[in-house]
């Protein structure tokens, strides 16, 4: 059975950092793709970062590029996203999720992904 729990949002001024956590269980490591998205109030859900199954190749959504990063600690079975420099468009639910993969196969499309945790909210202010 997988299981994923996020946590780590919280409210925040623009220009300040946050640290995601999404605890998982039934996973294994070097087998599942893992991802973040976030949905903004009346707007759809957008992939935002993707790890390949065992680590070795990541995505990012332009608009978090060289502020976000995708992290795994394999040994606490936990992903990370580091997220610095926010800003009040960054505001959204966030959401881990993972999917069965195999090689490099990093998909960044919501539809793909079959296991999602519950969400965590991120409140940027101006």
């Known amino acids: 059975l997988v299981q994923l729990v996020e946590s780590g949002g919280g409210s925040v001024q623009a220009g300040g950092s946050l640290t995601l956590s999404c605890a998982h269980s039934?996973?294994?490591?070097?087998?599942?793709?893992m991802a973040w998205f976030r949905q903004a109030a009346g707007k759809e859900r957008e992939g935002v970062a993707a790890?390949?199954?065992?680590?070795?190749?990541?995505y990012y959504a332009d608009s978090v590029k060289g502020r976000f990063i995708i992290g795994q600690d394999p040994a606490k079975n936990t992903l990370y996203l580091t997220m610095n420099s926010l800003k009040p468009e960054d505001t959204a639910m966030y959401y881990c999720?993972?999917?069965?993969?195999?090689?490099?196969?990093?998909?960044?499309?919501?539809?793909?992904?079959?296991?999602w945790g519950q969400g965590t909210q991120v409140t940027v202010s101006s």
């Open positions: 790890v390949s199954a065992g680590g070795g190749s990541t």
């Open positions: 039934g996973v294994t490591y070097s087998n599942y793709c």
């Open positions: 999720a993972v999917r069965y993969c195999s090689g490099t196969y990093l998909p960044s499309d919501p539809a793909i992904y079959r296991y």
